[in-house]
């Protein structure tokens, strides 16, 4: 399974941004997809999954703020769309999928939230 990401990039506080995701290759089977993010000397942390039964989760953080998709055929498009973007926001997001006990990992993209 192949992961690309797109939509990262700078914006002012208060504003928004799309993420999106698309896997390739071995897609069926894909349950969950979801988003994490990294800044420079933390743990990779939780955003937001989607499971292809239409759950969802979300960290505390961008609860009310972030929502996450799934589309496409196969659902193997997974979209984020993040509103209210403060600057604890910025961070390395990426892009995972799980299938078959498997955790596949994007390349990430900068997301940087400043004034």
């Known amino acids: 399974v192949q992961l690309v990401e797109s939509g990262g990039g700078l914006v002012q506080p208060g504003g928004s941004l799309r993420l999106s995701c698309t896997a390739s290759g071995m897609v069926y089977r894909i349950t969950t997809m979801g988003w994490y993010r990294q800044t420079p000397g933390k743990e990779r942390e939780l955003v937001a999954t989607?499971?292809?039964?239409?759950?969802?989760?979300y960290a505390d953080s961008v609860r009310g703020r972030f929502t996450i998709s799934r589309d496409g055929a196969n659902k193997r498009t997974v979209v984020l769309q993040m509103n209210s973007l403060t600057s604890d926001d910025t961070a390395v997001y990426y892009c995972s999928a799980n299938r078959e006990g498997i955790t596949y990992w994007g390349r990430g993209t900068q997301v940087t939230v400043s004034s």
């Open positions: 989607s499971h292809r039964s239409g759950a969802t989760t």
